[in-house]
């Protein structure tokens, strides 16, 4: 994204008009808007980065996958969350899950069951057990 990450709230509000992404999260260990102190390697302990000594930010990225349209781009957001507001991040972030939720239709499992009952009237699953 040429113009940085959008706020938490501008995220969310693009995301809910996208239909279908994927959404993945890491360590924002480079921001250069924040003098966050590197922690010192250590001979003694062969993974050393992973103790820093703040809390460090998480990068959030949701894209629309691959554009089946060779015209259009595919949607790309981004956003910072501060180890203190991931919580509520998470939860908006369940809320907008749930809403998506709601249109989807339950299965129709009636079809499934009337074949079963069909196999065991005709001697099917049972039939063959017997012999």
Known sequence: MAGGHL?????FT???????????QKRLTYDT?????????SPDDPLWDLHPSNPLPILIRAT?????????????L?????????????TRYAECCRAGMQALKK???SKRKKV????RK???VDGERKA
């Open 64 to 76: 629309d996958g691959k554009s089946k349209d060779k015209k259009k781009e595919k949607a790309k």
């Open 7 to 11: 706020s938490n709230e501008e995220f």
């Open 107 to 109: 299965r129709d499992r």
């Open 33 to 41: 808007t924040s003098a966050l102190s590197t922690p010192t390697k």
């Open 78 to 90: 981004s956003t910072v969350v501060q180890p203190d507001e991931l919580e509520g991040f998470y």
């Open 122 to 124: 005709a001697g099917g």
């Open 14 to 24: 693009q995301l809910k008009n996208t239909d279908q992404y994927t959404l993945t």
């Open 116 to 119: 079963k009952k069909e196999k």
